[in-house]
């Protein structure tokens, strides 16, 4: 979501990330602070204001990696924005033009940082172990991700990727800067296209790979902590690869621990028995189901047979029995109404008064249209419904009106 960056007189910021990405306090000078476009205020005054420093050390979205947040003097910043060569802060208040403090949200920084290194790290292992490029890198507020081409990466791939890769954090292996142009890149070794001009900055981990990047980065991988693979699912032509690294990883594995082990406390088994005790418990509510659904369609043929003995049919030879139920399941007043419209010459008008349901059953004989009876009941009550000539299945919207429903649906059987 962007506040508004609009541009302004185009003057490079000076990025103090680039050189030092462990920098989180910093002074400034403001070059201009202006109302941000399109965001005022009720009161009229402008809610959010645009900030240009001459020096910064805030991380604008760009490359996958979201913005800082932090401070600059009393101003809270909301957004940073890369435009052109200017940094803009979008801060919720106007700043002076005068030398300022800014002071990072360092633990949102540092969790990027290891994001970020682990996602060049953990990309580097499925390249050179798998021959699978990235595609993109997508760093979120809970999970990131890397779409990789290529053939599927199977359970295989993705836990080697993400064993090779902790192999890589045990070597705490050095992560630096380096600067140069795309040729002298490319002769260090960088694999990516780069049609930028001029001089590049590039990550490199030592032994491992080497990137351009403008990114902010941890100084060695033992400082990514680890990294967790999570999923992968497919996107488009991509592989999309789930990963967590650091405190984030951290924190989820605890979490999913703790699913894991209150999982285990309601399966009364240990956490290793989880899978299977939740095997055998769809099985047994399958089989359960399936016993109570038979259990159910005898009742209601019971139930039928019983009603049918004590209702004798009209004098125009048709049987109509409407029975009004309260509390009880759709699944059985269903049953029960094609029990009834089994017998020749019945029609069975049924509804439940707790849930608004309504069932219109006959046996082919007895020469109605239950949908066309359900649709004038439902034009009067209101609902939703339908059917086929011999069995349809409906819900009023007020199910206090079903008793007069039923009635209104007598009427019409009678009248028609
Ligand atoms: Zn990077």
């Given at each position: 979501?962007s506040?508004g ?29 202006e ?5 005022p205020?009720?009161e ?8 240009i420093l ?13 913005h800082d947040l ?9 957004e ?5 060569d200017?940094?803009v ?16 949200d ?8 290891q ?23 997508h ?8 779409d990789?081409?290529?053939?599927e ?6 836990e ?8 890589m ?13 795309a ?16 001089v ?13 990047c ?15 693979v ?8 991509d ?5 967590v690294?650091?405190?984030?990883a951290e ?15 309601k399966?009364s ?13 769809l099985?047994e509510r ?10 159910l ?12 003995q ?14 009004i ?11 029960f109404a094609?029990e ?10 049924l ?13 082919p004989?007895?020469g ?10 439902l ?26 429903a039923?009635?209104?649906?007598r009427e019409?059987?009678?009248?028609a």
């Amino acid at each position: 979501m962007s506040l508004g960056c609009a541009p302004t007189g185009i003057m490079a910021t000076r990025r103090l990330y680039y050189d030092d990405s462990f920098q989180r306090e910093f002074t400034a000078r403001v070059l201009s602070c202006e109302p941000a476009t399109g965001a005022p205020s009720p009161e009229g005054k402008a809610s959010t204001w645009q900030a240009i420093l001459d020096q910064t050390a805030f991380y604008p979205t760009s490359g996958g990696q979201p913005h800082d947040l932090g401070r600059i003097g009393d101003a809270e910043v909301l957004e940073v924005c890369d435009h052109h060569d200017e940094i803009v802060h979008v801060v919720d208040r106007r700043l002076e033009c005068v030398p300022v403090k800014g002071l990072i949200d360092w633990p949102r920084r540092f969790d990027h940082m290891q994001q970020h290194t682990g996602q060049h790290l953990l990309s580097a292992m499925f390249q050179q172990h798998f021959g699978l490029p990235t595609v993109s890198f997508h760093l979120g507020t809970d999970v990131c991700t890397i779409d990789l081409r290529g053939q599927e990466p199977s359970e295989q791939i993705l836990e080697n990727s993400e064993r090779a890769a902790g192999q890589m954090i045990f070597e705490d292996r050095r992560v630096s800067v380096r600067y140069g142009t795309a040729e002298e890149l490319s002769r260090l070794g960088v694999r990516k296209e780069v049609d930028r001009e001029g001089v590049l900055r590039a990550i490199e981990i030592a032994g491992v790979e080497l990137q351009p990047c403008g990114g902010t980065h941890v100084k060695s991988t033992g400082q990514i902590g680890m990294i967790l693979v999570r999923r992968c699912t497919k996107i488009r032509q991509d592989w999309r690869v789930e990963f967590v690294c650091g405190g984030r990883a951290e924190q989820r594995a605890r979490r999913d621990f703790r699913w894991l082990r209150e999982s285990a406390e309601k399966l009364s088994c240990a956490p290793e028995e989880v899978v299977s005790a939740i095997g055998r418990a769809l099985a047994e509510r399958d089989a359960n189901f399936k016993n109570y659904r038979e259990l159910l369609e005898r009742l209601a043929a019971a139930e039928a047979a019983l009603v049918l003995q004590s209702t004798p049919s009209d004098s125009d030879g048709l049987r109509v029995i409407d029975r009004i139920f309260s509390g009880m399941q759709p699944e059985f007043l269903g049953l029960f109404a094609s029990e009834l419209a089994k017998r020749e010459n019945t029609i069975a008008l049924l509804g439940d008064t707790d849930c608004g349901h309504v069932f219109f059953a006959q046996h082919p004989s007895s020469g109605k249209d239950m949908n066309a009876l359900l649709r004038r009941v439902l034009e009067k009550f209101g609902g939703k419904g339908g059917g086929t000539r011999d069995f349809a299945r409906g819900k009023v919207v007020d199910p206090s009106h079903l008793e007069t429903a039923l009635v209104l649906a007598r009427e019409k059987l009678s009248g028609a």
